[in-house]
């Protein structure tokens, strides 16, 4: 690894100023890494792009294989991915392959997932939301 080297005229290494204040890069927390579908978008891609006459029914079950454990293992990103980045073409895709027992398998995992919505935001102390939290209601 080659670092650059701040030097001086003399080729002296320069100082930092100890009263410096940090940067806004410095001072900025590092964001949480977020999930990289690269891969999986090219296999769902070249996968799915296959003529229904070459596609093989050993590399379906493969196919189904896989996305059934990505599915079972982060399945709330997993379809948040399917469904929000990719548009839902993944369902486009399985409709044309349906003639294939595993992509068809696939996809009646994918339309029985049971999608939970993001938590409301709370609402302020003095509202009341259910009617039996009102005090003398008769």
């Not at 049971?114 to 609402?123: F, G, T, V």
């Amino acid at each position: 690894m080659v670092e650059e080297l701040d030097l001086d005229e003399d080729g002296a290494p320069k100082l930092q100023e100890p009263d410096a204040e940090p940067t806004a890069e410095e001072t900025k927390e590092p964001e949480p890494p977020k999930q990289d579908y690269t891969l999986v978008d090219n296999l769902i891609d070249n996968f799915l792009a296959t003529d229904d006459n070459e596609m093989l029914p050993v590399l379906c079950g493969y196919f189904n294989k896989i996305m059934g454990f990505l599915l079972s293992k982060e399945k709330q990103k997993f379809c948040e991915h399917l469904l929000l980045t990719r548009e839902g073409d993944i369902f486009d895709g399985l409709m044309k392959h349906m003639s294939h027992h595993s992509l068809a398998l696939f996809l009646i995992e994918l339309l029985q997932v049971q999608i939970k919505p993001e938590a409301a935001p709370s609402k302020k102390a003095g509202v009341k939301t259910n009617m039996y939290e009102w005090e003398n209601s008769d």
